[in-house]
């Protein structure tokens, strides 16, 4: 059986619980496309799948292969990158959506879309763009807003206007998205409930890929974690099912993924149709995991001194580039703002691009 759009709608609205964003209510989109579309052309996919579509086949979202996560992009084959951290969690995301009954295409897109404006060498590279702006009077860099400029604006694949022109409820998504490396203070309880998983699939992926990552680079060590509630009780599990006497490689796969399960399963129980959260037992438990970390493998010499090196670049090649406009892309400089239009090419560089444009121009030594 063929399946057309209204089909798909209906089957849509059938699986939904009562909650769920559908796609046939979508507020849609700032520009419309209809008029644009000759008879016949119309398509069957819905539009949050299209939204998902254009985000996939955007270039910033290509870009994320070669963005740092905690390691520089280039550091080894086997650690995250940007580009993972956004697949990992987009599949979080679709997994608590399914359980509860939430749109998985809209969380799924928020999600792909949440770090396309995350710059080079990670929270480092946001602080650095961060000092450079206000040191020249202009507002401050948050990654979360510049993904949505990349979106809205940066990115420019039709002739009909700037941007993806995404859903409305996508951008929602993008301009609330918050974990605990973002602003404090901030509350969306407004926001929709996929947008609410995704904020937490995001918590849910880093604190456990890193903990992955930093424990196969040898920097954390099991020892470290062993006093944490939450990786006790995966441990607990893990021996239950899988007794004593595992390798270490395949221990740590283990235990990471039952803790993303405890995670993930705090959630739903706890759901009560009125906020998307950790009970206060399991926050309390993530909270004491992200110390460890912070203490541990963050901000170790071997992790931050690297970023503190990309940080630097960041921080000269702006400088080079207030001083010399004309290094700029023309596309970037239709921006009035000059701050601005550097704020939008750096932010949009990979680690090894930043690196090749530092020593081109700059001639300072790169990690």
Not at 99 to 107: I, Y
Not at 270 to 290: I, T
Request: with cysteine.
């Amino acid at each position: 059986m063929i399946y057309n759009k209204a089909d798909l709608e209906q089957l849509e609205d059938k699986r939904l619980a009562p909650y769920a964003v559908r796609s046939k209510d979508s507020k849609g989109r700032k520009f419309d496309e209809g008029k644009f579309r000759g008879p016949g052309k119309g398509s069957a996919r819905l539009c949050f799948q299209k939204d998902r579509d254009r985000i996939i086949h955007s270039k910033a979202f290509r870009r994320l292969d070669e963005k740092t996560q905690v390691f520089p992009a280039f550091f080894g084959d086997h650690y995250r990158t940007r580009l993972t951290h956004t697949l990992e969690v987009a599949q979080i995301s679709r997994d608590i959506c399914r359980r509860m009954g939430l749109n998985e295409d809209l969380a799924e897109t928020i999600a792909l879309a949440h770090d396309l404006g995350h710059p080079p060498f990670g929270h480092a590279g946001e602080d650095a763009l961060d000092e450079a702006l206000k040191a020249v009077g202009a507002d401050g860099f948050e990654h979360n807003q510049q993904s949505k400029r990349v979106v809205e604006k940066l990115e420019k694949l039709y002739p009909n206007f700037d941007g993806l022109n995404l859903s409305i409820e996508v951008l929602e998504g993008l301009e609330k998205h918050k974990t605990s490396w973002d602003q404090e203070g901030v509350e969306f309880a407004d926001m929709h409930f996929e947008g609410q998983v995704v904020n937490l699939a995001d918590e849910i992926a880093y604190t456990n890929h890193d903990m992955d990552d930093g424990l196969r680079s040898g920097i954390l060590k099991l020892d470290d974690l062993e006093g944490a509630a939450l990786w006790k009780e995966a441990k607990s599990d893990v021996l239950l099912r899988y007794g004593e006497g595992l390798e270490d490689e395949v221990f740590i796969s283990r235990m990471v993924s039952q803790i993303i399960y405890l995670m993930i399963d705090d959630i739903v129980a706890v759901f009560d149709e009125m906020k998307v959260q950790f009970s206060g037992e399991m926050s309390v438990k993530v909270s004491e995991l992200r110390e460890i970390l912070f203490e541990k493998f963050y901000l170790s010499d071997e992790v931050k001194g690297r970023l503190d090196q990309g940080r630097d670049m960041i921080g000269t090649l702006f400088s080079y580039y207030m001083s010399n406009p004309e290094e700029v892309p023309a596309k970037y400089r239709e921006e009035e703002r000059l701050e601005i239009a550097i704020k939008d090419y750096i932010a949009g560089m990979t680690d090894r691009f930043l690196e090749k444009e530092v020593k081109k121009y700059a001639n300072i030594s790169a990690p």
